[in-house]
């Protein structure tokens, strides 16, 4: 599974952002996937997380801003970030999970930067 996400960028403190997560390969196999986030000097930390089926999870910071979507069409996972402050600011990955376990795939990346 290979996963290629897209959509950061600089937006202000309050803006918006819609991530993307593109998967190729063999999609057929994914359980769930997943948004996580890195910022400077801090440990990866989990974001949003959808199954195939569509049940969704939220870290706590994030809910009723952000929202995680899905286009099994397109083996695409969407990530739609609203009222952005500092805080967000960090470098978003996608993984992909096979199972109910640990995520086994990651994308490269994709900076978000939120300016106050």
């Known amino acids: 599974v290979q996963l290629q996400a897209s959509g950061g960028g600089l937006v202000q403190a309050g803006g918006s952002l819609r991530l993307s997560c593109v998967a190729s390969g063999r999609t057929f196999s994914i359980y769930r996937m997943g948004w996580f986030r890195q910022a400077p000097g801090k440990e990866r930390e989990f974001v949003a997380a959808?199954?195939?089926?569509?049940?969704?999870t939220y870290a706590d910071s994030v809910k009723g801003r952000f929202t995680i979507s899905r286009d099994n069409a397109k083996n695409t996972v969407y990530l739609q970030m609203n009222s952005l402050g500092p805080e967000d600011t960090a470098v978003y990955y996608c993984?992909?999970?096979?199972?109910?376990?640990?995520?086994?795939?990651w994308g490269q990346g994709t900076q978000v930067t939120v300016s106050s």
């Open positions: 993984g992909a999970a096979i199972g109910p376990g640990e995520y086994r795939y």
């Open positions: 959808i199954r195939w089926s569509g049940l969704s």
